[in-house]
């Protein structure tokens, strides 16, 4: 696996949170989007709002039904959108969440840290020219997550999809060419 162009935080008005993110290239897996972040926050809390429909809803940018069993169905609805499937590969919570959505697979772990918790998002991406927009959006997701744990679901302003071209053109310039 080779790494790069490390990336701390998106742009200033969409990351308040210390992210991370790497371009990385597995001989095996194709192109991965690694998003790293701190959360000061327990495993078991994170993973309430990973897994739960209600929290879900609050952050992430589709309308999610998921059910958490290895090879239970997880659907993903944008407003006024059909939806569209993936399944759920693997779970052992609190710590793992992988399934498919689309063409890609994410992957979630968690792991305990000194005052909360670190949250590894690995997206395998199949289509590489999709990766300035695939880090966008989750920079956005991610930045709203941390805002549900920091300061509940009252103070999340939730942006849809596609993210600003302003922010995808950001990561065009930091991560390499597919």
């Known amino acids: 696996m080779t790494e790069s162009s490390p990336r701390s935080g998106g742009l200033g008005k969409w990351a308040p949170l210390d992210l991370?993110?790497?371009?990385?290239?597995?001989?095996?897996?194709?192109?991965?989007?690694?998003?790293?972040?701190?959360?000061?926050?327990?495993?078991?809390?994170?993973?309430?709002?990973?897994?739960?429909?209600?929290e879900l809803a609050v952050w992430y940018p589709t309308r999610v039904r998921i059910d958490t069993?290895?090879?239970g169905?997880?659907?993903?609805?944008?407003?006024g959108?059909?939806?569209?499937f993936g399944v759920v590969l693997e779970v052992e919570p609190p710590t793992l969440l992988v399934f498919t959505t689309l063409d890609d697979t994410l992957r979630w772990q968690l792991a305990e840290a000194e005052g909360g918790c670190v949250l590894t998002l690995e997206?395998?991406?199949?289509?590489?020219?999709?990766a300035p927009y695939t880090a966008a959006g989750f920079d956005?997701?991610?930045?709203?997550?941390?805002?549900?744990?920091?300061?509940?679901?009252?103070h999340v302003h939730r942006r849809e999809m596609p993210p600003?071209?302003?922010?995808v053109g950001h990561y065009r310039t930091v991560l390499p060419s597919p």
């Open 81 to 84: 959108a059909d939806p569209f």
């Open 140 to 154: 956005i997701t991610l930045n709203q997550l941390t805002t549900l744990l920091d300061y509940g679901a009252s």
């Open 123 to 130: 997206n395998i991406v199949a289509h590489p020219e999709h």
């Open 20 to 54: 991370h993110i790497r371009l990385l290239a597995d001989e095996h897996a194709g192109l991965i989007l690694r998003f790293t972040c701190r959360l000061r926050h327990s495993v078991e809390r994170v993973w309430a709002a990973l897994t739960h429909e209600a």
């Open 69 to 71: 069993r290895p090879g």
């Open 164 to 167: 600003p071209d302003e922010l």
């Open 73 to 79: 169905q997880i659907s993903f609805q944008f407003p």
